[in-house]
Structures are given as structure tokens and as C-alpha cells.
């Protein structure tokens, strides 16, 4: 089982709300490049985060690297989301080959949990960092950290 892990890009400083932040320019790059590291993996879905932000990262990754299917919004992927909600949500998945968008501290902290088993250690996730993660499940403690891309 493999499941990467995103952070979306940079994100513009204010809007309405936080959800309805979008990317900047700088952001999109940041993206492209992270998309990069993709490229050739056998992706089977990609779920993202219902916040703009993360949405647009989604959308990028899917159009760099010829991504077929659709992006999957998931509710339980914002910010502050609940660690055990989206474990449970995850460990439901039938897919060996998962993306995942959304925000910090959620994606720092589920990376950390998934590596580590416990919460104490979360991944450093920069805007658009993409983290590798593998394991025969996806359960806190029983994955390993393959590789952590930080955009250029």
C-alpha cells in the first residue's frame, strides 16, 4: 500500500474565508514541481481537501501528470480534521495507490501518526511538500516514510 501525502501550495494570505483561499502564482509553480515526483507512479485515486487551495493543487497534480480519473472531495481532510476520523476513513479505501491533498497541521500530524504511532512527531510539511509513505496497511505506527520532496 502506498499513500502520498500533499501539502497544498502556497495559498494567497486572506479571502472571505479560509476555505476559499486560492493559490498563488508562486503556489501553482511550487505544485507543478512537486507533481513531478508523480509522474509514473500508478496512482489509482486522488482525494483532496473541499478548500480551494486544495482542490487547484489537486487539479494541477492530475493535469502534470495525465491523471485519468476524477478528484475525489473528501470532507474530513481540512485543517483541523480528526486524525482517527480520517484513519478509519482511509483503512475503508480498496485502492494500493492513494494521494492525498490537504492542509497542515493535519497532513504533518497524519504523517507523523501513520510513521510513528503517535502524534507527538508530525512530518515537516512545507506548501506543496510531498511525503512517500508505504506499508501493508494504512494504521498509525505501521507505515514507513519512503521519501519527503520539499518544492524548489
Known amino acids: 500500500m502506498k499513500l502520498w501525502l ?6 494567497e494570505p486572506r479571502a472571505r474565508t479560509d476555505a476559499q483561499r486560492n493559490l498563488t502564482e508562486a ?6 514541481s512537486s507533481a513531478a ?7 489509482q485515486a486522488i482525494l483532496a481537501s473541499p478548500y480551494a487551495r486544495a482542490q487547484q493543487t489537486a487539479e494541477i497534480v492530475r493535469q502534470t501528470i495525465g491523471f485519468e480519473g476524477r478528484v ?5 481532510a481540512t485543517p483541523d480534521s480528526d486524525l482517527g476520523d480520517a ?3 482511509l483503512d475503508r ?7 492525498l491533498v490537504t492542509h497542515q497541521p493535519f497532513v504533518g500530524a497524519l504523517g507523523g501518526w501513520l510513521v510513528s504511532g503517535h ?15 508505504e506499508g501493508e496497511q494504512i494504521a498509525a505506527g505501521l507505515m514507513h516514510l ?7
Not at 37 to 42: I, S, Y
Not at 72 to 76: A, D
Not at 93 to 99: D, F, I, N, T
Open 72 to 76: 475525489e472531495t473528501v470532507p474530513w
Open 146 to 152: 519512503l521519501d519527503l520532496k520539499h518544492p524548489r
Open 93 to 99: 479505501r480498496s485502492e494500493q495507490s492513494l494521494l
Open 6 to 11: 500533499l501539502r497544498h501550495g502556497e495559498a
Open 87 to 89: 484513519l478509519l476513513y
Open 37 to 43: 515526483a508523480l509522474r509514473g507512479q500508478p496512482l
Open 119 to 133: 502524534r507527538e512527531t508530525p512530518l515537516p510539511m512545507a506548501t506543496a511538500s510531498l511525503a512517500e509513505l
Open 27 to 32: 503556489g501553482r509553480a511550487e505544485v507543478q
